[in-house]
T-cell receptor
Framework: DGGITQSPKYLFRKEGQNVTLSCEQN?????MYWYRQDPGQGLRLIYY???????QKGDIAEGYSVSREKKESFPLTVTSAQKNPTAFYLC?????????????FGQGTRLTVV | GIQVEQSPPDLILQEGANSTLRCNFS?????LQWFHQNPWGQLINLFY???GTKQNGRLSATTVATERYSLLYISSSQTTDSGVYFC????????????FGEGTQLTVNP
């Protein structure tokens, strides 16, 4: 089945450690996105990529890094520089264009830093 | 970039009631979507609706692009409709940036 997969579902890390969240899609989409959601809040854009080997900062990129070496993969690294990394992280993909182009989301990763 | 605002932020209904959720956006958009976030955090696609009206069962949506707003209608609400409803917009010439509103938290009581 086509879809977008995030792993792991739950992740616990000690303060000061870097951690990488996985996002894989087999929808052949060019664009991929990472969002952060805090309890009771909306989705804030961290990074997005329109095409392989290219990505742009979103609204809250500080303390995060990404890579886009393959079309199907867009991993997010939460670095020790991120001051409050505990949150729900959502990855999405879509095919850019002006026709009907749904964005599809993974099931999310809940990161807890202790 | 595009600004997206949703109202109301919270809505509490009795089962069977109807509701209207609103999404305002600051610029002309190529892509406007409505999502439902379930209690487990999963975002479910409801509508792709940059303009016009669509219906899917008890849900329908209307976007008036010239006036920069979209409405999501829920009729005969059920407890399973509870959750957060988001709208999100893209202006493709701004680089495929998908911008979300803050959401409407809907609670449907039995």
């Amino acid at each position: 089945d086509g879809g977008i997969t995030q792993s792991p579902k739950y992740l616990f890390r000690k303060e000061g450690q870097n951690v990488t969240l996985s996002c894989e899609q087999n929808l052949n989409h060019d664009a991929m996105y990472w969002y952060r959601q805090d309890p009771g809040q909306g989705l804030r854009l961290i990074y997005y990529s329109q095409i392989v080997n290219d990505f742009q900062k979103g609204d809250i990129a500080e303390g995060y890094s990404v890579s886009r070496e393959k079309k199907e993969s867009f991993p997010l690294t939460v670095t020790s520089a991120q001051k409050n990394p505990t949150a729900f992280y959502l990855c999405a993909s879509r095919q850019p264009g002006t026709g009907p182009t749904f964005a599809f989301f993974g099931q999310g990763t809940r990161l807890t830093v202790v | 970039g595009i600004q997206v605002e949703q109202s109301p932020p919270d809505l509490i209904l009795q089962e069977g009631a109807n509701s209207t959720l609103r999404c305002n956006f600051s610029d002309s958009v190529n892509n406007l979507q409505w999502f439902h976030q379930n209690p487990w955090g999963q975002l479910i696609n409801l509508f792709y609706i940059p303009s016009g009206t669509k219906q899917n069962g008890r849900l329908s949506a209307t976007t008036v692009a010239t006036e920069r707003y979209s409405l999501l209608y829920i009729s005969s609400s059920q407890t399973t409709d509870s959750g957060v409803y988001f709208c999100a917009a893209i202006l493709e010439t701004s680089g495929s940036r998908l911008t979300f509103g803050e959401g409407t938290q809907l609670t449907v009581n039995p």
